[in-house]
């Protein structure tokens, strides 16, 4: 079957892994993502650290899902990010949204009461700050559509029909995010987290490395 791209796949296919487009606000940009890990080290929060590295592990998985997708069907991604980057490491993927998942997930826990029955609003706060959370980062998101800088070519995966953007693009995040927060065994979480960035290394090595497909 011959590729049928759309015209933001085009683009995003003519400037993927282009190291032309490097712009120095990039260094000052992984500086704070260092801090944001260097001052939970310092504080001992372990279990945020984690939880972050979870949150991020989760959207390198999605976003290499999201590019095999566009393998398979020849014509769009389920999202897209044609342009306006200073690196676009996967079809779907800027280098400032990776830099803003990176620390986003330690955002999020920072946020968590200690307690995990309080109850906000008649719900308890885990499932709160899910709900607030995702509702949050998807309003950004149909910002961000209608800026053209993020496409979204299919009416499943639309401004106007968000249910599977909250679900899958944002729920599941935050729902593996806090439950590795909340596991009490850390030993387990960090055998967890650390299989994810696996899965992620191999499907990359696979797909992006060997067979070239993303």
């Not at 330690?106 to 109850?119: G, Q």
């Not at 693009?169 to 590795?180: E, P, R």
Request: charged letters at 10%; glycine letters at 4%; proline letters at 4%.
């Amino acid at each position: 079957m011959f590729p049928v791209y759309t015209e933001a796949t085009q683009q995003a296919l003519s400037n993927l892994r282009n190291p032309n487009h490097f712009q120095w606000f990039l260094v000052p940009l992984l500086a704070f993502v260092i801090y944001v890990y260097f001052t939970e080290v310092e504080r001992q929060n372990w279990n945020i650290i984690v939880a972050g590295l979870a949150f991020y592990s989760l959207e390198w998985f999605l976003e290499i899902c999201n590019a095999l997708f566009l393998h398979i069907n020849k014509h769009s991604a389920v999202w897209t990010t044609p342009n306006n980057s200073a690196y676009i490491p996967l079809i779907g993927l800027t280098i400032e949204i990776s830099m803003m998942f990176a620390v986003a997930g330690v955002a999020f826990c920072k946020i968590l009461p200690k307690d995990k029955n309080v109850k906000i609003l008649g719900l308890p706060n885990r499932w709160f700050f899910v709900i607030a959370n995702s509702v949050l980062c998807v309003v950004i998101e149909i910002i961000l559509n209608w800026w053209g800088v993020l496409v979204w070519e299919y009416w499943w995966w639309n401004w106007y029909n968000p249910i599977l953007i909250l679900i899958i693009g944002y729920s599941l995040y935050m729902m593996f995010t806090f439950w590795i927060h909340d596991m009490p065994s850390m030993k387990k979480k960090i055998s967890i987290v650390a299989g994810v960035y696996a899965v992620d290394v191999v499907l990359l090595i696979l797909f992006m490395g060997i067979l070239k497909w993303i």
